[in-house]
């Protein structure tokens, strides 16, 4: 008999808070309908009483996503308790996640509360949350650094509470295996067998795997994960790793899981093109040389026998070659199958905007592939409703003898707006032009392109951080042309940030 592990996936509500992430409410329900697909038990899907947007992604999600439990984060206490159900109330199987501090540092520094004032603020809390939903998780934020004899004391409370998920936070990455597997044992025997316990663990020393995979041992059957590892700092455990820890050694470990696994390759590359979070290229399972073999050795062994230098099975995570699907010729009645078949479910609105975009690239490009696709469709779910500016026109020049100048035209509320810029290169004029039509300040902080698929015709993808008024935000261009991929991105970036709450100023026209 195999004991089920249990994904909670909090790719929409800790990945999220990774600097320079702020999804669209689109771009979080696209997520959303994938960890569907994947077969996440539980989606966290926000925060609800962090803002307007946040709640109206959570309340989205709730009411489209069916399948997984949905879940919202709130803090303990009443206002955030009933925001937090307010977003869920329509989801299929509800679930409230309430979180409070129990470390000395953080009630000291932080809270500002005694240890006594924090058990009361769990109880009320967790009892409020109960109800509303018989399924409330409650989280011991920062336990790796709490006195046990306390943690024990506010998880029993909690239980006594309604608490049927108890959650044990590794919140600053501090713990070793062996420490983190006894204290989730120690938790484990100390709440009743019909609660759950959960690991939530933090990457700060690169061992949020190993410390999950020890909690689970000591007990744990549900693991927080986010997909690609994102989160803060230095990110949450990575559902894709887990996945293939009890895919590959479950059977040994007694463990099992309901994932569809095909969907992990999908999903990865989703979130990363969404959140213009690149994936390192040796990421485990997931990383694109997680499946190379570069030593003569080693290409001579798998050509014999896969098994010789391979444990997992690159198909069975859903990787394939892409295809060669469209091309300029194909109407929106194939365009709009392949989305279907690729798992986008997109409103009229969306559809009809990325059928414009590939029209005009594939115009320019003989043929499109899944991968090209799906590039084009995460450019059009960063752009939402309220975006300011969108590119009208864009000239650049350039060359050896010649200083690179660029000039944009910008549409912004029916307007047009016009900057011209010189700089170190076209990318860089392209990017001066914008800062000038846009009247916004925004800094290159990193530049990542990559050919979405090989050959000299391949589609550029741009993923740009920049700081923006002070705010990191990312953007993403594709485009056959790396310019003007770049100059899509920085404005994605820009629009992103406006969106945010970055002020514009007045129209500047043209200046150098
Ligand atoms: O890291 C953490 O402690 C959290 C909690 C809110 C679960 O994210
Ligand atoms: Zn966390």
Not at 39 to 52: L, T
Not at 345 to 368: C, G, N, S, T, Y
Not at 391 to 411: D, K, M, N, W, Y
């Amino acid at each position: 008999m195999h004991e089920e592990i249990l994904f909670f996936d909090t790719t929409l509500r800790d990945g999220e808070q990774a600097p320079g992430i702020a999804l669209s409410e689109a771009e979080k329900l696209e997520i959303a309908e994938q960890l569907g697909r994947l077969g996440v038990d539980v989606i966290e899907a926000g925060f609800p009483a962090a803002s307007d947007g946040e709640f109206r992604a959570v309340a989205r999600i709730a009411q489209s996503v069916r399948g997984p439990v949905i879940a919202a984060l709130c803090r303990a206490g009443a206002a955030d308790v009933d925001r937090a159900f307010e977003a869920i109330r329509e989801a299929g199987r509800p679930r409230l996640h309430v979180f409070i501090s129990t470390s000395d540092v953080h009630l000291d520094s932080m809270l500002k509360m005694s240890r006594s004032e924090v058990l009361e603020a769990a109880r009320d809390a967790v009892g409020r949350a109960a109800s509303y939903t018989p399924d409330v998780e409650f989280s011991a934020q920062d336990a790796t650094r709490t006195d046990p004899e306390y943690l024990l004391e506010v998880c029993r409370a909690a239980v006594e509470m309604g608490a049927t998920t108890i959650n044990v936070p590794d919140t600053v990455g501090y713990a070793m295996p062996h420490e983190f597997g006894d204290l989730v044992r120690l938790v484990r025997e100390s709440v009743p067998d019909h609660v759950t316990v959960s690991v939530h663990c933090h990457n700060d020393l690169g061992l949020a795997v190993a410390n999950s995979m020890a909690g689970v041992a000591g007990g744990a059957r549900q693991v927080e994960v986010a997909v690609n590892g994102i989160g803060e700092r230095a990110g949450n455990c990575s559902l894709e790793e887990v996945a293939m820890i009890v895919a590959t050694r479950g059977p040994a470990l007694g463990l099992s899981h309901r994932l569809t696994l095909r969907e992990i390759a999908r999903t990865s590359r989703l979130v990363s093109m969404l959140t213009g979070y690149p994936i390192q290229p040796n990421k485990a399972v997931v990383g694109a040389n997680a499946f190379a073999h570069e030593s003569g050795i080693h290409q001579h062994g798998v050509l014999m026998n896969r098994a010789t230098y391979e444990i997992m099975d690159a198909a069975e995570i859903g990787y394939e070659g892409g295809r060669i699907v469209l091309g300029k010729h194909s109407g929106r009645h194939a365009f709009s199958e392949a989305l279907g078949r690729l798992g986008f479910e997109l409103d009229r609105e969306h559809v009809d905007r990325a059928f414009a975009r590939f029209k005009e690239l594939a115009d320019r490009k003989i043929q499109l592939t899944d991968a090209d696709l799906e590039a084009i469709v995460a450019e059009d779910l960063a752009v939402a409703d309220e975006d300011v500016f969108a590119i009208e026109s864009l000239q650049v020049a350039g060359g050896t003898h010649l200083s690179p100048t660029a000039t944009v035209r910008l549409r912004v509320a029916g307007e047009v707006r016009e900057g011209s810029a010189m700089g170190d290169g076209m990318i860089d004029a392209a990017c001066g032009a914008i800062q000038v039509a846009s009247g916004v300040q925004a800094r290159l902080e990193y530049f990542n392109v990559s050919a979405v698929t090989p050959g000299t015709d391949a589609l550029a993808d741009v993923v740009i951080q920049a700081e923006v008024e002070g705010r990191a935000s990312t953007g993403r261009g594709v485009s056959v042309d790396v310019v003007e991929a770049s100059a899509r991105a920085y404005l994605a970036a820009i629009n992103r940030a406006v969106r945010q709450g970055v002020r514009t100023s007045e129209r500047t026209d043209v200046a150098s």
